[in-house]
């Protein structure tokens, strides 16, 4: 079965510092990857993915990720934090059950909180 | 614009009564899912569909149900057999098949029980 694991509950960074949130991930073939953020009582927004390809990828609002396969990890990183980055993250992986039906699998999301 | 339609955002439903929460995109993708959102549980999958009138149960079924008799709309009926239904709802799309995109989602829907 598939999975994603997101260590960190809560993450708190000074504006203006650089930034990580953690994410391994466990799926049969070939990971697919997603990043998404959910500000409060709002829906998820995509952010960036890993199809194939360069293991750094580049997404919005200048966040990117690095793809790491021997280490099953997909972090998310910025360079520079800033205070309105303060959201709810989530790391997701597309796999295949079975049937051969797609499913999406998300972690349980951290917390990043960017203090002024 | 191109998106995903949830309503209501928010409803009150009293122990005992069913209640019907609504997803509709205009993306023309073929491939739609139900999640809840609990505080600290993530998002977790309820439901899925890859085509008109097939859907699979996802790892958390148990009290719902759905349909999908139309591309746009993708239903999601809480039952009074759920437990525990006081959650947040979030129905999401994507173009489904053998894509590797993101999915897009609703703004979510907010059901507690009373």
């Known amino acids: 079965a598939q999975s994603v694991a997101q260590p960190e509950d809560q993450v708190n960074v000074a504006e203006g510092n650089p930034l990580t949130v953690k994410c391994t991930y466990s799926?049969?073939?070939?990971?697919?990857l997603f990043w998404y953020v959910q500000y409060p009582n709002r829906g998820l927004q995509f952010l960036l993915k890993y199809i194939t390809g360069d293991n750094l990828v580049k997404g919005s609002y200048g966040f990117e990720a690095e793809f790491n396969k021997s280490q099953t990890s997909f972090h998310l990183k910025k360079p520079s934090a800033l205070v309105s980055d303060s959201a709810l993250y989530f790391c997701?992986?597309?796999?295949?059950?079975?049937?051969?039906?797609?499913?999406?699998?998300f972690g349980i999301g951290t917390k990043l909180q960017v203090i002024p | 614009d191109g998106g995903i339609t949830q309503s209501p955002k928010y409803l009150f439903r009293k122990e005992g009564q069913n209640v019907t929460l609504s997803c509709e995109q205009n993306l023309n993708h073929d491939a739609m899912y139900w999640y809840r959102q609990d505080p600290g549980q993530g998002l977790r999958l309820i439901y899925y569909s890859q085509i008109v009138n097939d859907f699979q149960k996802g790892d958390i079924a148990e009290g719902y149900s759905v349909s999908r008799e139309k591309k746009e709309s993708f239903p999601l009926t809480v039952t009074s057999a759920q437990k525990n239904p006081t959650a947040f709802y979030l129905c999401a799309s994507s173009p489904g098949g053998a894509s590797t995109g993101e999915l897009f989602f609703g703004e979510g829907s907010r059901l507690t029980v009373l």
């Open positions: 997701a992986v597309r796999g295949w059950n079975s049937g051969g039906y797609q499913k999406v699998t």
């Open positions: 799926v049969s073939g070939n990971p697919y």
